[in-house]
């Protein structure tokens, strides 16, 4: 079945630190690939995302790139800020070659960010 | 727009109790999606509602059980509550079509079983 596998965290940088978040992933078809920060306290909130190979995915300075052909959709930023402090989580939404509508989200284990002063 | 919401905020139950879970998805949206998310990792699906029907199910027993209304909202209902229900449960909303549609998740509803 569907898998994500993200890289072990925690992660722990200095502001304006350049960040890289490994994620790889197995799927059957052209599945859309996710990212989603949780802020302490509150729910999943779509960071960016990418629906085919070589589509880059950008949002609040952060970037990641599908590449269908290792499987991979790191998360990077150039400069963190203190206020990047959150659980980072790659996600997939697995497609069919029929390309009916999408359904249900396979989540990696998450990456915890800190980012201090 | 209010946004997916969810109630209640936490809730504190015994070990074979019954619990109803509620969710009210973001305005436009049709369809709606629960996940368990155990304390330190990710989120797991655990079944997608849409026209009142179950249309996917991950691998949960059948003690996990949910409705939806003429509305979209949604509840879950867990039966005979263990030990290691305790989690955050997650609604998610979006809109089915042939194209994806980005889903927008609610806070959550923490479930603590003792």
């Known amino acids: 079945g569907d898998s994500v596998t993200q890289m072990e965290g925690p992660v722990t940088l200095s502001e304006e630190a350049f960040l890289t978040i490994n994620c790889t992933y197995t799927?059957?078809?052209?599945?859309?690939l996710f990212w989603y920060v949780q802020y302490p306290g509150e729910g999943l909130q779509l960071l960016l995302k990418a629906t085919k190979a070589d589509d880059k995915g950008s949002n609040k300075g952060f970037e990641a790139t599908y590449r269908k052909e290792t499987t991979s959709f790191h998360l990077e930023k150039g400069s963190v800020q203190v206020s990047d402090s959150a659980v980072y989580f790659c996600a997939l939404s697995g497609g069919n070659a029929g390309g009916t509508s999408y359904g249900k989200l396979t989540f990696g284990q998450g990456t915890i960010l800190t980012v201090h002063p | 727009d209010a946004g997916v919401t969810q109630s209640p905020t936490h809730l504190i139950k015994t070990r074979g109790q019954q619990v109803t879970l509620r969710c009210s998805p973001k305005?436009?949206?049709?369809?709606v999606s629960w996940y368990q998310q155990a304390l330190g990792q990710g989120p797991q699906f655990i079944f997608q509602y849409y026209e009142e029907e179950e249309r996917q199910r991950g691998n949960f027993p059948d003690r996990f059980s949910g409705h939806q209304f003429p509305n979209y909202s949604s509840e879950l209902n867990v039966n005979a509550l263990l030990l290691g229900d305790s989690a955050l449960y997650l609604c998610?909303?979006?809109?089915?079509?042939?194209?994806?549609?980005?889903?927008?998740f609610g806070p959550g509803t923490r479930l603590t079983v003792t």
């Open positions: 305005s436009g949206h049709d369809t």
């Open positions: 998610a909303s979006s809109l089915l079509g042939l194209v994806y549609s980005e889903q927008y």
């Open positions: 799927a059957t078809g052209y599945p859309s």
